[in-house]
């Protein structure tokens, strides 16, 4: 082969350590490069849960090689090194150095993640899940000296393996598990029932057929699990065993463990959540083609009512990736319809008349192609004159301009309002002073939303209040539309009636609870007003000169 050609590889397991190995028995004489984003190099993974965890293995029995074996075959090991893109016309790796390295061969070996817990409680000290040699360390600090109450959430590999190991440490064990056999998927309920039966001779406490509602804990430290019925099992530590997930590499082909097609855009996110609160709710906008036939036929069988403008041109699709590994959300948007000038009036009259029945009327999402940047700001100002509050969820031009026609409410994330004010935001002083230049270029009252923070500016008789609003991060499944159901729970509660600190913690009870499901604007309303229970209300005081 020619000595010429540069061979990467991403990935610093076992599979790529594999591969390298081959490629040099094939007679590969190139360079080869392997990239581990861990400070590690290739290891295989069995010995984390079994005998290095328990003390009994080195370092040795869990590396692929030895140091020494990379030089002596010319295989360059980047440890610490992740690749962040790939131009795949360059034939170029970007590294998380910021280097870009040639490759005329590259082999994707990124192996998988575990899957995380979505459920309260899961980010406590304390909870651990095991994929890697630093987790399998971290574990065994807890777990060598023994008398620790380990609880394990799952019964496949990882979780019975722990088990016997902890067990052997002189540990107490109590295994949590939803199926009613450990392992049957894995291997059929004979073995799975022999497996069971050997780890409760052991001394390990095995449940099934019971499901984890969250985990509790105290000062920051997990103490417990509490199941759905209420009972608390008490824990020192925690370990999550429910699966894995492969890792995405953006430019290449995934399967999708799991998908959803549904009506979407934030108007609809915003008319699907208050549906769910019982709020009295009528979704309109322009629909076009066999998409715009979906959309209004999903909406009948959620039975939200809706009247949109028929348009000539197709309404567009949207598509949303979630990496429930590295907790990310990579939204993909077309350009959208072309809108003609008729369309538009038509949409103006119909708002004038869906009017006459509404509280509020809320404008959301970005604005087609061709329609101009003014078109909210038109709209509020028409509304405003006959009595309507409005309220405007959008961004760019369209929010600037809609902010000046003095609406209701508006309701930015953290980056649209810094776009508003014309500055980054860093700490409480920035948002408050977002709030106050938002409120003078017009808005009557404001919401900046974050994460898991909600910041409040309410004109209240007369008087400027301003409030901040924070949850305990939930673990998300998807964070899509979690702002929509937010803007939802506030208006919902503003509807029923209730102060606007009360709308706000409603609110954020409801986007905390809508991120555990898959689906914008979607979740269960029971759960956003447990959450909301916890949400902390402080009222802030303005900044003064």
Known sequence: MSTEQNFV????????????????????????????SEKHEPYIRPPLSKGYLNGSDGLDAVYVHPSEWYAENHIDVKTGTSATSIDRAAHEVTLSTGEKLPYDKLLLATGSSPRHLPIEG??????YYLRTLDDSEALQAELKAGGKKLVLVGSGWIGMEVGATARTLGNEVTILERDPIPLANALGDELGTLFADYHKEKGVVLRTSLIVDKIVG????????????????????VLVGIGAVPNVQLGHRHRASASLTSAGGKGINVA????????????????????????????????????????????????????????????????????????????????????????????SGSLPRDVPADFYADAVRDLSRRGIQCVVDSEGEPLRHA?????????????????????EFSDDDDFLMALDAIADQGARNVLITQETTCFGLFRVERTLRRFRASIARVEPVASVGAGDVLLAGFLAARFNGQPFDEALRQGVGCAAASVVELGPGRFDPREASRLAAGVELEELQPITA
């Open 403 to 423: 902010v000046e026609a003095e609406p209701f409410l508006v309701s930015p994330n953290q980056p649209e309002a810094e776009s508003l004010v014309g500055q």
């Open 9 to 36: 590889i991403v990935g610093g397991g076992l599979a790529g350590a594999s591969a390298a190995e081959e490629l040099r028995k094939q007679g590969f004489d190139g360079s080869v490069t392997l990239l581990a």
């Open 218 to 237: 105290a000062d920051g430290h997990v103490n417990g699990v509490a199941l759905d019925g209420g009972e608390i099992v008490p824990a020192d530590l």
């Open 122 to 127: 899961a980010d406590l000290a304390g909870v």
């Open 272 to 363: 699907r959540a208050l549906k769910r609160l019982d709020s009295p709710v009528i979704a309109t906008g322009l629909a076009g083609g066999r998409t715009g036939d979906r959309i209004i036929d999903e909406l009948a069988t959620e039975a939200i009512l809706n009247d949109f403008v028929r348009i000539g041109d197709e309404s567009r699709t949207s598509t949303a990736v979630v990496d429930p590994t590295a907790g990310t959300l990579t939204e993909i948007y077309e350009w959208g319809p072309a809108v003609r000038r008729t369309e538009l009036d038509l949409l103006l009259e119909k708002l004038h008349y869906l009017s006459r029945v509404a509280s509020f009327v809320v404008f």
